[in-house]
């Protein structure tokens, strides 16, 4: 059964007007083009790198932007603005600027003076293989377990803060 005849008793999927993924590996890609399937307005990739440090099969590059994601290259976000019901309406991200490679042979990166603030009403991050510490640290954070992993009903996937949900690695831990 598809996502969308789910009967009414089924998990509702849903997203926002604008959707803004974080990160430009191959979790990034799908979910940026299962969301821009579902119909918002739009859907913008966020990236602290440019393409060509891109972690995604170029294949997965190129079906995203054929599908009419926008990427914003050399952006990494460093702000997420609410309104006055705690709910998501923009994300302001740093301009960056590759330096040098390091050790590794990977350029690093650094933010410039610059800034952009792209709307948004749902956020998706798409980042690493662990979980970000940063989760169960926020004023209304979320529940998390040894490791950092999100707590969710395990039926639903809703976390402790209603409305939200969690899935994939963040519910699981990373697994490399």
Same mark, same amino acid.
């Given at each position: ?84 019901? =705690?709910?998501?309406?923009? %994300?302001?991200?740093?301009?960056? *600027?590759? +330096?040098? @490679? /390091? ?5 690093? #990166? ?36 040894? =490791?950092?992993?999100?707590? %969710?009903?395990?039926?639903?996937? *809703?976390? +402790?803060? @209603? /409305? ?5 690695? #963040? ?6």
């Amino acid at each position: 059964m598809r996502a969308d005849q789910f009967p009414e008793s089924g998990t509702p999927v849903s997203v926002g007007r604008q959707v803004v993924v974080v990160g430009c590996g191959n979790t990034a890609m799908d979910a940026a083009r299962a969301a821009r399937r579902m119909g918002p307005e739009s859907v913008s990739i966020v990236y602290r790198r440019t393409i060509k440090e891109s972690t995604a099969r170029k294949e997965e590059l190129e079906h995203t932007a054929e599908e009419g994601v926008a990427f914003h290259w050399l952006t990494n976000p460093t702000l997420c603005i609410g309104d006055e019901q =705690g709910w998501i309406t923009h %994300v302001e991200c740093a301009v960056m *600027e590759l +330096t040098e @490679p /390091g050790p590794d042979g990977r350029r690093g #990166v650094r933010e410039t003076a610059e800034t952009v603030t792209l709307p948004c009403d749902t956020l998706v991050v798409a980042l690493g293989f662990s979980v970000n510490p940063l989760i169960g640290q926020t004023e209304r954070s979320l529940k998390t377990l040894k =490791g950092g992993v999100v707590m %969710v009903d395990e039926h639903t996937g *809703e976390t +402790t803060l @209603p /409305g939200v949900f969690a899935g994939g690695d #963040v519910i699981t831990g990373g697994r490399r």
